[in-house]
């Protein structure tokens, strides 16, 4: 019997999941800050006790950790240096030269991962073709370790001019360092990120040298508490792409690890729209420290080459380090369970981004925490039973929750507790539904079509009042919607993506050269693959960055995966014309269409537990209590108190109600009736 387990660090708690044939089991503990790998002990060892297994049973081992986010955000990496081309040492100081705040005279940048005086400039040029116009000058190169060894640099990044057309400057430096300085962990930009606009490909590889001491480091500290613990099964890591990779892949590129929690969710979320046939559903993840709100379509998570890190400015794109890597593409927001409320100066209530955590945690944590969250407004609320938090393992501390929403919300503003509470409750929900409506419309899609799918700990206390924004009419709370990254990880395969920048206009469409790189890909794809998955069946996918020439920004475009002829310069054609068309509802006729980068993905197929539905029969259960709650007018109401698992498929609820179980509750505000679906998911209708 297979034995698969999903471990995810979050900011505040650290999730498990484990599937024993046809049975699951999770935990959720408080993630510790300074040593997070005792955390995944302790979640592992309480999961296993549960599920009465040996640590030597487990099969595999899925890991997601926020460990790369953090050290990103809080500037905790290696000391890192920068070997670059002559002429180009202030790339990634410079940026785009734009404003992403135009009238913001004071504005802030952050400041690049390694400082100018560890950027060391070094002769050599190749053109955008691949041509050598001046040759690298190994004195240089030899200059550049000299001061590299003197400043004690633990890692350093490579990024030279045009590398991606032609890597061997930057291999031959590598290897020079490597001769030299043979610990020093190395970052080549022409392999983390081999794509044109070298500003995003430096700032990638210094990124990914910046994390890789940091990275390795942890992992092997990891695989060796995880054999001294009896687990001496594989680990796997999951990528930001929403594919898994081995320890050593991961330690290589630490880079693509920096989204991998959230893809989790966003995998989860597509496996459930998948087994209760909803085409078209808003992924709504919300935790602890942040909440990640995700659009998918036909099952599959809308998918990005590029995102953000550490921004300076909330919500502000431009404002942060951007790194070109393989990620789910969503919206992330600082509003999670433990995310503060304050008053501002202009007597305005504000939640988040900054959280409490896990220490001290909110202040109904009894943990030392005084600043007032949103997990305390919902216990004021009435929507958190203080004795059930977390199946009883956190016992919270009502007063306190009362204290700090007085202290900090209340007294400000002259409102009472029960009035303060609803407010920062409404003020995170209108912040969450906010992101969700604009990254809709970003992306030429609408909301309140789409079934809203909530999970994470925090997500199904709000998903009801999050959709009445929105104007959705369904949602979704799938089991173990607590944990849903971690389960989420079961569902990934094996999987790599590699992109490779190489211009191409439709109209001169070279086949054969094209054939011939997508080959190379598939190879290099299938080396990392094949790592991890052995001999399993592999599935390939591409897809091309497009645009009409002239335009500055670029389209992804699904291609088919075969060998091209002569007339498919006709069919890539057709599939951007389709693929603009649904971004701008318009096509731009008599303009030649390009080709700027081509993209293969190659995965593993990934054995699943196989979830049946069960019959349904309609029925309506009696409550176990009844609790005083606030609505959304901050009226005081009775709610039906109901235990999720006395539910059998079938039973029909009518709100206001709560559904309790370990990892989190569902509130039925009184717009929606829930029902039990075969599967065990509640879902949430509108009345009427």
Wanted: charged letters at 20%.
């Amino acid at each position: 019997m297979h034995n698969r387990l999903g471990v995810d660090i979050g900011g505040t708690f650290t999730d498990v999941a484990l599937e024993n044939g046809g049975r699951r089991f999770t935990s959720k503990v408080l993630t510790i800050p300074h040593a997070p790998e005792r955390s995944v002990l302790a979640a592992i060892a309480a999961v296993l006790a549960e599920a009465a297994l040996a640590p030597s049973a487990l099969s595999i081992i899925i890991h997601g950790t926020t460990l790369a986010t953090n050290a990103l955000i809080e500037r905790k990496g290696a000391r890192t240096a920068l070997i670059t081309t002559l002429g180009f040492r202030d790339t990634i100081e410079i940026r785009h030269e734009n404003r992403f705040e135009q009238y913001h005279v004071g504005i802030d940048l952050p400041a690049p991962l390694v400082p100018r005086r560890l950027r060391f400039p070094i002769r050599e040029r190749i053109d955008a073709r691949g041509r050598v116009l001046v040759a690298l000058d190994e004195a240089d190169v030899h200059r550049a370790i000299d001061e590299i060894e003197r400043q004690n640099i633990e890692a350093v990044a490579i990024g030279l001019l045009h590398s991606f057309t032609e890597p061997r400057h930057e291999m031959r430096v590598a290897a020079l360092l490597a001769e030299r300085l043979p610990r020093i962990a190395v970052t080549l930009s022409c392999e983390v990120s081999p794509e044109m606009r070298e500003y995003e490909r430096f700032s990638t590889a210094c990124a990914n040298a910046y994390l890789q001491p940091l990275i390795a480091t942890y992992l092997g500290n990891l695989g060796r508490e995880l054999v001294a613990a009896g687990m001496s099964c594989p680990l796997f890591l999951m990528l930001s792409g929403g594919g898994l990779t081995t320890v050593e892949t991961a330690a290589r590129f630490p880079v693509r690890l920096v989204e991998s929690g959230p893809a989790g969710g966003a995998i989860f979320a597509s496996h459930v729209a998948r087994q209760c046939g909803f085409e078209k559903v808003v992924s709504f993840d919300m935790g602890g420290t942040t909440a990640k709100i995700c659009l998918i379509d036909d099952f599959k998570p809308q998918t990005s080459r590029a995102f953000e890190v550490a921004r300076m400015y909330r919500f502000k794109k431009g404002s942060g380090l951007p790194l070109r890597v393989p990620v789910i593409e969503m919206v992330e927001i600082g509003a999670g369970g433990g995310s503060i409320a304050r008053v501002d100066g202009l007597r305005r209530i504000a939640v988040g981004p900054d959280s409490a955590g896990a220490e001290p945690g909110p202040a109904c944590y009894g943990r030392g925490g005084r600043a007032p969250t949103v997990t305390d407004a919902d216990l004021v609320l009435g929507r958190i039973d203080p004795k059930a938090f977390s199946g009883g393992r956190i016992k919270l501390d009502s007063e306190a929750a009362h204290t700090a929403l007085n202290d900090g919300i209340g007294t400000p503003l002259g409102i009472s507790v029960p009035m303060a509470a609803l407010s920062v409750s409404e003020m995170v929900d209108e912040n969450m539904s906010n992101a969700a409506r604009i990254h809709a419309v970003e992306s030429g899609k609408d909301a309140p079509s789409r079934v809203l799918i909530a999970f994470g700990g925090a997500a199904p206390l709000h998903a009801a009042r999050v959709a009445e924004k929105l104007g959705m009419e369904r949602i979704l709370i799938p089991v173990g919607a607590g944990v849903g990254s971690a389960i989420g990880f079961l569902r990934a395969p094996v999987s790599y993506e590699i992109v490779r920048s190489r211009l191409a206009r439709l109209a001169a469409f070279r086949v054969a050269e094209i054939n011939r790189l997508f080959a190379e890909m598939r190879a290099q794809a299938e080396t990392i693959v094949r790592a991890g998955a052995g001999n399993a069946a592999l599935v390939e996918a591409r897809h091309a960055f497009m645009r009409y020439c002239g335009q500055g920004h670029e389209v992804l475009v699904p291609l088919p995966v075969r060998t091209y002829g002569e007339g498919d310069g006709a069919t890539l054609a057709n599939a951007f014309e389709g693929a603009y068309c649904a971004l701008y509802s318009r096509v731009i006729p008599g303009v030649d269409i390009e080709v700027v980068s081509w993209v293969l993905s190659l995965s593993a197929g990934v054995e699943t537990m196989m979830e049946a539905a069960q019959t349904v029969t309609e029925y309506c259960p009696q409550p176990v209590g009844r609790r005083a709650m606030r609505d959304a007018a901050g009226a005081s109401i009775e709610a039906a108190l109901h235990r999720r698992a006395d539910l059998r498929p079938g039973a029909r609820i009518l709100g206001p109600a709560i559904i309790t179980e370990d990892e989190t509750s569902t509130v039925v505000s009184a717009s929606f009736e829930a029902h039990v679906n075969g599967f065990g998911y509640i879902e949430l209708r509108r009345r009427g």
